[in-house]
Structure formats: C-alpha cells, structure tokens
C-alpha cells in the first residue's frame, strides 16, 4: 500500500471517527435543548398540550436525525475532499524527498526539490536543497584538488622522466642526474608533506598550544628569521610602530608559521628595491597584524580566491617559482582556528596588505 493511500486511509477515518462522535453527541445531548422550548409551548396550548407533548418531543428528536443523516452524505465527501488534498501534499513533498535522494546518490548534486507543502515539509526540502548544495560544493572541491595535483606532480615526473631517458641514453654524467633526480624528489615530497598538512587544517585536526603571546616580541622574531633573505634580493623589511596592547592567545610555533608564510610571500611578490612591512594594531577589540609589501598589487578579481588551494594569480607560473600554492590556505586555517579572521586588501600597481586578527588574552 503506498503511502498517499494509508495517509489518505488515515485522514478519512479520523474525520469520520469525529462526525460519527458528533453525531452521537448532538443525540444525546439534544433533548435537554429542544425540552426547555417544548414545555414553554406545552404551557401556551394549556390542556391540549400535554396529550401533545410526546410527539412534538418525538417529532423534534425524528427531524434532528433526519437533518443529520441528510448531513452525512456531504460531511463524507468534504472530508473525503479535504483528506485527499492533504494526503496529496504530504506524499508528494515525500516522493520528492525519495527522488532526490536517488538522484544525490546517483552523484548528480543539481537536484533541487520544490520548497512546497506544509511548513515542516517546506522547511524539510529546503534543507534537502542546502545539502545538496554543499554536497555540489565539496564534490566540485574534489575534482579541483585532484586536478590540481594532478597539474602539480606533472612537473617534476616529468623532470624525473627526462633525466632516466639522458641516464640511459648516457648524455649527462650519472653525478649530475643524481643531484637532479634527488632535487625533484625532495620537491615532490614537500608538496605531499604540504597536501597532508592543509587537509589536516582544515579537518581541524592541527593540535594547537595555546598560550599568552606578546605580539611585538613575535614580529621582532619574524624580522630576525627572514632578515638575511630579504636582504640578499635587497628589499627592505621593517616593523610599523607597535602601540600598547594586551597579549593575544595564540599558538606561538603556529603563529610564527603564519607570519613566515605571509612573508615569504610577500618577499616572492616584491621587487628588488621594494619594502615590506609587518606591524599590529587595535581593531574591535582585537589585535589586527598585517604584511604590506610595495609589489604589483592583486587584481579585484584574484583576491577572492587568493586563500584556495593551489590558486595562483599567474597561472603560467611554475610551481619553483610560486611555492606549492597552499601557504595561504595553511594561513587562514590556522588563525580560524586561533579564533581569528583572515583578509587581503589591494589594489594594481600599488602593492598589498595581508592582514589576520588574533584575540586578546582575558587578562
């Protein structure tokens, strides 16, 4: 038995489970309403009345009846009507849920259901749609992150490929090729190690120390690492002024790892001569940490998705020159999970600002 029919099995039985008590209701309660308007009428006809009584009280309880079994026929068919109507609506909203359940397990994450019916079953499919839709999303994830390292490894294997075929065909000494080979390995390694690190940010599966950290003492850090490399392409690195703040709760090690990131960056983008700055401020109640570099600048259209895997304003740039592509993913995955926020602020041709924000400490 399908589901229309027993729901619509269901609202009729009930409905006429309810006539059928309001029926026994109305007889056996009707007397004590008619009786009152018998008596008085009794009263005025004097004598003749009371041999009357009996059958006008007889003659009322008949035309009660009568009017409701005359009733019944219609009562029927209304609820007949009414129960088809809402049996209809609910197991059409259900057919749908089925059929689209079919149609997300066949892989096809367009589906959408039709946000109708009654307020739950609304409610139901509209929530079905927003699943479907995330589903569509991480599916669409999927397949860009296969293709993209995909697109990754293809360089060095195919490096690897050409220094076995001058190995074997002896055009290059087998020191050399060696030190080639070993070159390309250890870039295809880093870029797993960097594959496995991003999908454990953001599964949220980094384990993280947090503690109190004084910002100025980790910027002045930052600055000492990367001194040397900024000073061999010559571009200049300082630190903005540093107001009075509060400590931030982070994780030192992983702080540190986003502000190399951005630095790295911001040293790669920046040219010879340029400067880059790296510096706090106060922001809602947060402290608000930037790198801004003197480099090209990003195009409006690029900062959206400056922070996806393996995105690269320059698709022509190989992966030597332009990093794995996933330290800006890495980036922002771990200050969200140190509580902040992250963000990029641009403009052509005259430079960037990588900024994320940290909380202040209770204290």
């Not at 589901?3 to 007889?27: E, S």
């Not at 005025?44 to 005359?70: C, I, Q, Y």
């Not at 100025?216 to 040397?228: D, P, Y």
């Amino acid at each position: 038995m399908s589901l229309f029919t027993r729901l619509f099995l269901t609202y009729l039985g009930v409905t006429l489970l309810a006539l059928g008590g309001m029926f026994l209701v109305v007889d056996l309660l009707s007397p004590s309403f008619y009786q009152g308007h018998v008596h008085h009428m009794v009263q005025m006809m004097g004598p003749m009345g009371l041999d009357l009584r009996a059958d006008l009280e007889k003659g009322l309880h008949s035309t009660l009846e009568r009017a409701l079994l005359a009733a019944l026929p219609v009562a029927t068919l209304l609820a007949a009507l009414l129960a088809y109507w809402f049996s209809r609506r609910v197991s059409q909203t259900v057919v749908q849920l089925s059929q689209g359940a079919q149609e997300i397990a066949r892989g096809r994450y367009a589906h959408r259901l039709r946000e109708e019916g009654p307020t739950e079953l609304a409610d139901l499919a509209r929530q079905f749609n927003h699943l479907s839709h995330t589903l569509r999303g991480v599916e669409k994830s999927r397949v860009e992150l296969i293709s993209s390292v995909a697109h990754e490894l293809r360089t060095p294997l195919a490096a690897l490929q050409g220094y076995t075929e001058a190995l074997t065909d002896g055009v290059l000494p087998p020191d050399k090729i060696a030190q080639q080979i070993a070159r390309e390995v250890r870039a295809m390694s880093h870029l797993v190690d960097d594959l496995a690190f991003v999908s454990r940010v953001e599964a949220g599966a980094v384990e993280l120390h947090l503690q109190v950290v004084e910002v100025g003492t980790a910027l002045h850090e930052a600055q000492e690492r990367f001194a040397i490399a900024f000073a061999e392409k010559k571009v200049g690195l300082e630190i903005g002024p540093l107001p009075q703040l509060h400590p931030v709760q982070a994780d030192p090690l992983r702080l540190q790892q986003v502000l190399s990131n951005l630095l790295t960056n911001a040293l790669r983008h920046t040219p010879v001569g340029g400067q880059v700055t790296v510096g706090v401020e106060r922001c809602e109640g947060r402290a608000w940490l930037f790198v801004r570099d003197s480099g090209p600048g990003i195009a409006p259209e690029h900062q959206a998705r400056l922070f996806e895997r393996f995105y690269r304003v320059d698709p022509a740039r190989s992966r030597c020159e332009g990093g794995s592509g996933v330290g800006l993913t890495v980036a922002r995955g771990l200050v969200e999970a140190m509580g902040g926020e992250m963000g990029v602020g641009s403009e052509p041709g005259k430079g960037s600002t990588f900024w994320f924000t940290l909380p202040f400490t209770e204290a």
